[in-house]
């Protein structure tokens, strides 16, 4: 039976929704106040989902003690306390959306993964907006 | 990739579990205290789930602004602080449990959407009772 | 040193905020949505916070399984899966609001306990509304 | 439509992480603080989700008041305030791993339930660790 | 007897800890992380406690409606999806600490509210970290 | 003004309620399962209130950062994973009940705080039950 684990992190970063190739009134039109120029922030909970077969000598599917490392290294100490446009190289050309940064962060976990585990991610701009990837 | 965002949104309620085609006992008995003649209440809790690819030019499956204001619209001004046996046209004639409250709204949330967006709904009726659709 | 004990519950009631002693034009305006005639509904969840000395030799304030039982039996029986209004005897003529609610809670449990042990009662009718009593 | 209903349970538990094939550096090794010889513990936090169609009399998948009662015959009394190694059958010889748990509890259950009916566990080892099988 | 109503509101926000009158080495010896040059953000959750005595005829301390309403203009509008050290007056020279900034949310709407009216803030940062003022 | 600053922190770890001074009979009477001779467990959730003015040169009442490190050195790696009757000084003849507990950790906590700031402790035993001192 596949059994998944979840571990739950999270990191506070400012951030602002924008889309250069468009003028300023397009911007405001979509983003509306996510679109104010010195941007604004949130705490962004963090649930990483890990899916595989029990291992029988450890009786688990993967070291939660590795898995929160993981995150830590290559999640947390990026983003956190950042200005995710400003400060990261993952969006200085891409829309820190929630869904943008869901994506960046299966494939900065991804490649550290054994082959053979899956992988999702959940994160919460707000306790009242979150997104899942893959869906 | 498919990409999941998640919004959350509430109403508050009061419902009588109630099949009109049984006996009062036999309502009693299936319905226990949820068959109580005034109705009881509850703060419900909404999830709603819009599955589909991120669009590059905004960095999102659907506008957030948007869908809150669809839920808002169509769902919390239909059923916040109705009685929903008594004053909705939904559940004149169906009984009012979370499994059929979840139905209904997927149902009138599905046409407003766009065909190739996929819809998922989670109703929480207490914060230890809830329900998914479709599952 | 004084410790102070909570035990949480929760019951789902339906009610209706009214003052028979004013019109349904003022009624509406004071209560808005609250005013539905045939009611609304909520989870509310009780905290029950019981203060006083560490007894020595149970190193407990208050015994919980006592104090879980009491609030079972004068509060959970008596207002759970209930219209406050219309199937109660404490809000027949009394507003059911959350503050009102909290006072009669207060007031119910207070003769139940010893005189020394301090009393206080926090109602949440939503989880963004709650009341506290005595402030 | 397929829909689900998610019932939350709990029970309090001690429990030490032990591979008796192993020696006491590997077991430390691999086990960290988990691993300490009088254990430690946990409130876990069960939720069970239980799939299918809706019944037309009832408006239900099941009956919450049976699915409740059979989590606290079945799980609740069987590990609530034990020592998982120590006082229980089920993990003399197993692990109490949060993976292995939530696969006992779903075995438990399953035999329980209607052939026709999903079944799927997850359980909050803490607010930050959880696991769900099948995955 | 007196009685305490508390209304949940949010928003969103960036900021960046600093003294002027420190140097650099200075500034991130003490703010850390938190003195990021380009800032970063927090969902803060705001809980506003209006304490007084039950008005017999309307069964409320405070008219909810009323007070959610004074927090939008007041406080929401003013701070929601802003970089608090860029974005508005009353952080231009004070530097916004979850403190500083409780004590000015306190002081805006404090001369909304009657003087026989009591007032506490409680402003989460993050939900680990939350400050109370008075305390 | 005083402004009070909570920090949030967690331990697990197991506890068994018992006094030798009492027989089994008396002993199973009073603390019922809690008794149970293998002991159970417990997350609790710990939060530290530090009051006093804020210091105008850092916005801060009291640095979270030493102050979450205070409680890493002096609670967590004192009882997390522990066993508390077995593992600790402090309950190896004290009745680990989280009124206890709450009493033993504000008392380590105090002597490391200047007198001039005030310190309450609040301890959930689990998300239902839970303790402050001084009340």
């Known amino acids: 039976m596949k ?8 990191f506070n970063a400012a951030h602002r929704l924008h889309n250069p190739a468009w003028d300023d009134d397009r911007n405001r039109e979509v983003f509306g106040l996510c679109n104010n120029p010195n941007g604004h922030g949130h705490n962004y909970e963090l649930e990483v989902k890990v899916t595989g077969e029990i291992d029988p000598d450890t009786g688990m599917v993967v070291d939660l003690g590795w898995l929160a490392g993981l995150i830590r290294r290559e999640v947390e100490q990026r983003f956190d306390h950042k200005h995710l446009n400003l400060d990261t190289e993952e969006f200085r050309n891409l829309n820190p959306t929630a869904e943008n940064i869901a994506v960046v962060i ?8 054994p082959e053979h ?12 907006n979150f997104v899942e990837c893959p869906a």
């Open 3 to 10: 059994v998944a684990v979840i571990r739950k992190a999270h």
């Open 117 to 128: 585990l899956g992988l999702h991610v959940r994160l919460y701009e707000t306790p009242r």
């Open 106 to 113: 299966w494939r900065i976990l991804r490649v550290h993964l």
